[in-house]
């Protein structure tokens, strides 16, 4: 419980807020093949 | 992501408008509803860039042109050109800005499909990708901090593409044989596609601490490795001081065990303060049914979609001849070319398996999407009856054969044209046979053990 508390703690001392933060998000083959069955 | 404000790049690597080319008159008019939805819902969720999939040309040009007038979005691709000009036909890339950096999204197709292209499109050329790839981002590079390649190239060229190309800094692909998903990294370079079909969006969260040009990334599992290490030792440091604590004696090994983990501790320390001022970047691929929530706008279109497209097919009612045959008529009935039996043959010899087989939803698979509007759609039909794409082209549940009609045993084991003589059964049913039709999408609760159980038609001869 302690080690749980001192790891959940340490976190956000080791880490700096980023200044910048986005994402790219995607997708690929939406119309892509399957195997057919059999 | 972008109605809570996050800042978000969306992008598609193409092949988005067909699977196969319509060979109908239907299916061409059901293809065209379809990507009306489709471009209707790219331009609702603000896509930014599309690239061109070789598919994406199946009905030429002019209609790829066409489809891009309704688009809000770009279609780009750096590599199809004209071949008299040598000019590219949709734009090379885009740059586009998001939380004041600049990220330069460059399109590429396979270079292979030119031959295919050149009997469609005579006036077209594909280039050779990499070294197109390498101009575009040489060029950009002075202007962009983060350079991605939307790829058709399939999984190995793309590693190809990131040895040779080190100006990149993201590659998601698609296209190719592969149907899997990736996540790697050649060099430093990652390469992220997912399974096809739409089930999941992949998204790359970058958070960025250092400015400074030119920007480097680095992947975030590295410090979410040491963060992790750092934890374990900090754990084990305080069980080893309370264990001392608790025994009033010194203890030398213990003594040693802690010095050894307080040296540790600071070297950990040390290797995450390096990175306290790195920018990084982190994948995760988001199963879109289970995480996302249906928007109203665009659900409102695909049932208008489904509606539109059922009455485009005109369902010959069920009445098949086929019933008050006898089996032996029945079996007379199927056509001596066709790779698939049916399972009124295999009864002949499985006669258990066929009778355990009737009761199960297998045998019903075809009737079970009939008063449905999926009972038209290819991708529903592909699974609800035996040998999809193998034997004909049927249009609707009504259309399949009877001796099609369900998932068959030859689904699950193979054709059974020519055994038990020449004809090899799969005997065994793998779990990858299942996971054709079983997806992750498709069956969430998917168990292997136990639906082979449900199945009930075990071997038994």
Redesign the interface.
């Known amino acids: 419980m ?3 508390i ?2 959940q703690s ?2 956000p001392l ?3 807020a ?21 | ?1 972008k109605k809570e404000g ?15 080319l319509p060979q109908t008159e239907t299916k061409k008019k059901d293809a065209l509803l379809r990507i009306d939805l ?1 471009i209707q819902s790219y331009n609702e969720i603000r896509y930014e860039a599309v690239n061109v999939g070789e ?1 994406d040309l199946m009905m030429g040009l002019k209609f790829l042109l066409d489809v891009t007038q309704k688009a809000k979005f770009p279609f780009i691709s750096a590599n199809l050109v004209d071949k008299k000009t040598q000019k590219v036909i949709f734009r090379s890339h885009v740059i586009k800005e ?4 600049k ?1 330069g999204i460059l399109g590429l197709l396979d270079d292979q499909f030119n031959s295919a292209l050149q009997e469609r499109e005579p006036g077209l050329v594909i280039q050779d990708p990499i070294s197109v790839s390498r101009d575009i981002a040489r060029s950009l590079r002075p202007h962009c901090d983060l350079i ?1 390649v ?1 790829s058709q190239l399939g999984e190995m060229k793309d590693k190809r593409l990131a040895r040779e190309n080190r100006d990149i800094h ?1 590659i ?4 190719g044989e592969s ?1 899997r998903a990736v996540a790697e990294r050649v060099g430093e370079i990652p390469i ?3 399974e ?3 089930g ?10 250092d ?1 400074k040009r030119p920007i480097h990334f680095l992947i975030s599992s590295e410090r979410d490795e040491l ?1 992790k290490r ?2 374990r030792l ?2 084990r440091t ?2 080893i001081k309370a264990e001392i604590a608790k025994a009033g004696r010194p203890d030398e090994m213990k003594a040693k065990e802690l010095k050894f983990l307080e040296s540790k501790q600071k070297e950990v ?1 040390k290797n ?2 390096a990175l ?2 790195k ?2 970047y982190k994948h995760i691929a988001i199963p879109v049914q289970l995480s996302i929530e249906d928007d109203p706008k665009i659900m409102k279109g695909v049932e208008h979609y489904r509606s539109e497209s059922a009455k485009l097919y005109k369902p010959k009612m069920a009445g098949l001849p086929e019933k008050g045959l006898s089996e032996k008529e029945m079996i007379a009935r199927i056509p001596q070319d066709s790779l ?1 039996v049916g399972a009124i043959t295999c009864k002949k010899c499985h006669e258990v398996n066929y009778r355990n087989w009737l009761k199960t939803k297998h045998a019903k698979a075809s009737q079970t999407i009939v008063a449905s509007p999926k009972y038209a759609q290819e ?1 529903c039909l ?2 609800h ?6 034997m004909g082209d049927y249009a609707t549940v009504e259309e399949i054969p009877f001796y099609l009609q369900g ?1 068959q045993c ?3 084991h ?2 059974g044209r020519g055994h038990p003589g020449k004809g090899r059964m799969e005997r065994k049913v793998t779990l990858g046979a299942c996971r ?2 079983h ?1 992750k999408d498709q069956s969430p609760t998917f168990n292997y053990v136990a639906y082979l159980e449900k199945i009930g038609c075990k071997i038994t001869k």
Do not use: H, W
Not at chain 2, 98 to 101: A, H, K, L, M, V
Not at chain 2, 172 to 175: H, I, N, R, S
Not at chain 2, 200 to 207: A, H, K, M, Q, T
């Open positions: 302690i080690g749980l001192v790891t340490y976190v080791a880490r700096a980023p200044k910048t933060q986005f994402s790219i998000v995607y997708t690929n083959d939406v119309m892509g093949e399957v195997e057919p069955c059999g | 992501m996050a800042e978000v790049l969306l992008l598609d690597t193409g092949n988005i408008l067909f699977r196969k489709l598919k998001i939380s004041g950096i990220v991605v939307l993201l998601l692909g698609g296209g149907m992220y596609r997912l096809p079909r739409g999941y969006l992949g998204r790359v969260d970058y958070s960025i601490s400015t963060e750092l934890g900090i754990i305080i069980q320390e995450l303060m306290q001022d920018n990084f698939f991708e592909m699974c009856s035996t040998g999809y794409g193998k998932v030859e689904t699950c193979g054709p054709n039709c997806t």
